[in-house]
């Protein structure tokens, strides 16, 4: 598979620059070059964390693999040799690892993109490129796009006033593309035809997402939670230490919560009078007047999951987990019945946190399986709003509280001995292992 240099744009490709040349033959030092460094972006949204490889011999991209040429940073970007783009890029968005900074928190799925030589950006236009073995005309042809905004950092062209629209559109077309993971040419040309129709009616393209109707056609609806500063303006929440057991009487964590309110790019902590600037940038939230640094891994609508400065992780809720009411198990069964959810709760010292995989059953059977290791049979039944999960060698009992319904991360609390020990239902085991790791950093 072969692509020519020449179907990119010279904005989106390096220049060589051979350094150290001398023109006295006798020289030693004459025989000696230097290759410039090369900027590659991967990007949707910027990538950051994620895994950039060479596809000189294979498609794949692995931590453990030859042909990495390193992990991109929060901007998605990552130096290397010209001579990397001699040959076909990957980029390996990584679930529970990488970030999309269209998005708040951890990428929540695992994916490949992919570069022809010759490209210093990775994008889902690339990619369509690289898989379809189409040059960049092609495709702009199928999307309604001029070349310039689908042929490098189309983020970047939003800072030019002229191309800030155009721009706008680009990122909509890359964004829809790489999340409805749309590949046929037929669907790039819908696409392309009803994205160019919200532009031709002036919508804010920032501001709108695209998702898949009822017969696959394409919807328009507002975008959430692509932008950390407004998920958190104007919005009051409550942090709950997973790490720590805070004393009642003093420190930030009284009674084990503390409350944080955002009001235009200033907050509160505790419903003090002092207010406090800072930052919000991508997934992390900055404020240096009281020492906060915190990296939001995860955000919905109800729940977030935040690795601070202060205790390490916290579970964050718009509503206090103590005096929230606990959902009907009921309502739950069709999240519980024939999926796996990985619990993540402390350990008996309290110090590390654990997974453990509870597969339900439809027949109210479930197996019991601790970090990968131990399996154990057992039952499963509501109880008013508990959960009852039980062993069948009765080595081991849970009892359940939901308190917060969501699609990737439940946070309950399990009555131990009569007192309450707060955990996570995690949807997919590759986000349970990181969040994991982020509970037990720094503890041994």
């Known amino acids: 598979m072969k692509f020519k240099r020449a179907i990119f744009p010279a904005s989106i490709l390096s220049t060589v620059t051979l350094m150290g040349c001398n023109l006295d033959t006798n020289d030693e030092y004459s025989q000696t070059q230097t290759q410039t460094q090369t900027e590659i972006t991967a990007m949707s949204g910027y990538l950051g964390s994620a895994l950039i490889c060479s596809a000189e011999k294979a498609e794949s991209c692995n931590e453990d693999r030859s042909n990495v040429l390193g992990t991109t940073n929060s901007n998605g970007k990552l130096n290397t040799n010209e001579t990397s783009l001699q040959h076909p890029l990957i980029a390996r968005v990584q679930e529970g690892i990488s970030f999309d900074s269209d998005k708040i928190g951890v990428a929540r799925k695992s994916y490949t993109l992919f570069a022809p030589a010759g490209s210093t ?24 796009m001029e070349v310039k905004f ?4 189309y ?19 890359a964004r829809s593309i790489n999340d ?54 104007g919005n009051k929440f409550t942090y709950r230490s997973l790490n720590e057991s805070h004393p009642t009487d003093e420190g930030d964590y009284k009674n084990g919560e503390l409350t944080i309110e955002y009001i235009d790019n200033e907050l509160n902590v505790n419903g003090s009078h002092d207010l406090y600037s800072y930052t919000a940038s991508g997934s992390v ?3 240096p007047g009281v020492g906060y640094i915190d990296t939001y891994y995860y955000a919905s ?31 739950m069964d069709i999240k519980l019945e024939g999926n796996s959810w990985f619990y993540i709760s402390p350990t008996e ?13 439809n027949d109210k059977t479930l197996t019991i399986k601790i970090n990968d290791d131990n399996e154990f049979k057992g039952t499963w039944k509501a109880e008013g709003d508990q959960l009852s999960i ?18 990737n991360v439940l946070p309950v609390i399990n009555t131990v001995d009569g007192e309450n020990q707060y955990g996570l239902f995690i949807g997919t085991l590759e986000f349970a292992e990181q969040i994991k790791k982020l509970w037990n950093k720094d503890k041994h």
């Not at 689908?150 to 950092?153: A, E, F, V």
């Not at 983020?155 to 077309?173: C, F, M, P, R, T």
């Open 349 to 361: 010292s309290l110090k590390l946190a654990d997974i453990t995989k509870f597969s339900f059953n």
């Open 180 to 233: 409805l993971e749309v590949d046929s040419e037929e669907d790039l040309r819908k696409l392309g035809i009803f994205v160019s129709g919200l532009a031709s009616n002036g919508n804010k393209l920032d501001e709108v997402k695209i998702i898949r109707g009822p017969s696959e056609n394409f919807i328009e609806e507002e975008a959430k939670h692509n932008s950390l500063a407004t998920y958190v303006d």
């Open 150 to 153: 689908i042929s490098g950092d």
């Open 155 to 173: 983020i970047a062209l939003k800072s030019n006033e002229d191309d800030n629209y155009k721009a706008q559109q680009a990122h909509l077309l």
């Open 301 to 331: 609508d109800d729940v977030a999951l935040v690795s601070t400065s202060r205790s390490g992780l916290d579970l964050v809720t718009k509503k206090s987990l103590s005096n929230t009411e606990s959902i009907s198990i009921s309502t």
């Open 390 to 407: 039980n062993s069948d060698d009765h080595r081991m009992s849970y009892k359940f509280e939901f308190k917060i319904d969501d699609d």
């Open 121 to 144: 950006v990775i994008t889902p236009f690339t990619t369509i490129m690289y898989t379809k073995k189409i040059d960049i005309e092609t495709l702009a042809g199928w999307l309604d």
């Open 285 to 287: 939230i900055k404020a």
